[in-house]
T-cell receptor, first 111, second 113 residues
């Protein structure tokens, strides 16, 4: 089993739709969690950190369920500019930052 | 503030050759991590450098090696290149080991023929 798994995608949604991405991780010692966004042929950029209490940033909401080892990202009112690959990231914070990226889920928002 | 830069942007090598990729970290950042991203996959952690010392390593063979310099810039060296080494190589810097946010450079796309 891979350490971080994500919905395979791709997701093709119309503008204005709500879309949710799921991510599971296998190691219960994981300590911090993030969503990164990667545009085609570009580098990943931090979208948001994920906290146990859940957190929201505009149209984006992230949730963490430690008991189920599950992370989610909800995007409301999708825009064309949201089209990208969304990477789930888990940091084990051992003696070094053991950062594990999921394979990513591709989103295309269609006019 | 200067972001993370990498050079070269693209590189073509043949099997068995050696390659050196370079990264300049963001101003004030002392921690650099290197990742390999194959097509259609997420980045895979190669190793991390903190204040010129290797601070952790992923599941990559010894022919992948690195350096960090006093100005915190870094190099990734790959010896005896194999076809499967073809990938985007990303460098990311952070302000400290305790920092949660990594800032990525644009990457070097390596093709091994």
């Amino acid at each position: 089993r891979k350490e971080v798994e994500q919905d395979p995608g791709p997701f093709n949604v119309p503008e204005g739709a709500t879309v949710a991405f799921n991510c599971t991780y296998s190691n219960s010692a994981s300590q911090s969690f993030f969503w990164y966004r990667q545009d085609c042929r570009k580098e990943p950029k931090l979208l948001m950190s994920v906290y146990s209490s859940g957190n929201e940033d505009g149209r984006f909401t992230a949730q963490l369920n430690r008991a189920s080892q599950y992370i989610s990202l909800l995007i409301r009112d999708s825009k064309l500019s949201d089209s990208a690959t969304y990477l789930c990231v888990v940091n084990m914070e051992t003696s070094y930052d053991k950062v594990i990226f999921g394979p990513g889920t591709s989103l295309s928002v269609i006019p | 503030e200067t972001g993370v830069t990498q050079s070269p942007t693209h590189l073509i090598k043949t099997r068995g050759q050696q390659v050196t990729l370079r990264c300049s970290s963001q101003s004030g950042h002392n921690t650099v991590s290197w990742y390999q991203q194959a097509l259609g996959q997420g980045p895979q952690f190669i190793f991390q450098y903190y204040r010129e010392e290797e601070n952790g390593r992923g599941n990559f063979p010894p022919r992948f090696s690195g350096l960090q310099f006093p100005n915190y810039s870094s190099e990734l060296n790959v010896n005896a290149l194999e076809l499967d080494d073809s990938a985007l190589y990303l460098c990311a810097s952070s302000s400290s080991l305790a920092s949660n946010e990594q800032f990525f450079g644009p990457g070097t796309r390596l093709t091994v023929l």
